[in-house]
């Protein structure tokens, strides 16, 4: 009996990884460099880009001024997104996931607060 419960189990977990495996199916990610100046910049496109149909994650940076968008493919494209950034008034230009980790990468290594020293302003 407990053979029977333990391949019973079993059973069901492989067919709760292959449901989340799937779930990943169909999905695609596209990234873009914009023009952001600022943290309001950041909050007015996230704010409206996730309305966007199929968009399962969204990260929107000003720091790196960089866009990823993890979204269904049936429900949108690459063109849509980029339509909808630049409605808000900002670029949208096509970039490589490599190059939005560099990108990423590179601003968090230069906007480090430990290492600044800031001044207030009279």
Not at 63 to 89: H, L, M, P, Q, R
Request: include cysteine.
């Amino acid at each position: 009996m407990k053979k029977l419960g333990i391949v019973f189990l079993i059973l069901m977990l492989g067919g709760f990884t292959s449901e989340i495996s799937a779930q990943k199916k169909g999905r695609a990610v596209v990234c873009f460099q914009s023009d952001m100046d600022c943290a309001d910049c950041e909050k007015t496109l996230h704010e409206y880009l996730r309305f966007e149909k199929g968009i399962k994650d969204l990260r929107v940076d000003h720091a790196s001024n960089t866009i990823f968008i993890e979204y269904v493919e049936k429900k949108n494209d690459d063109k849509g997104f980029a339509v909808a950034i630049e409605k808000k008034g900002y670029k949208a230009e096509k970039i490589s996931e490599k190059k939005y980790e560099e990108l990423v990468t590179s601003a968090k290594e230069l906007h480090k607060h430990s290492n600044e020293v800031h001044h207030e302003r009279d």
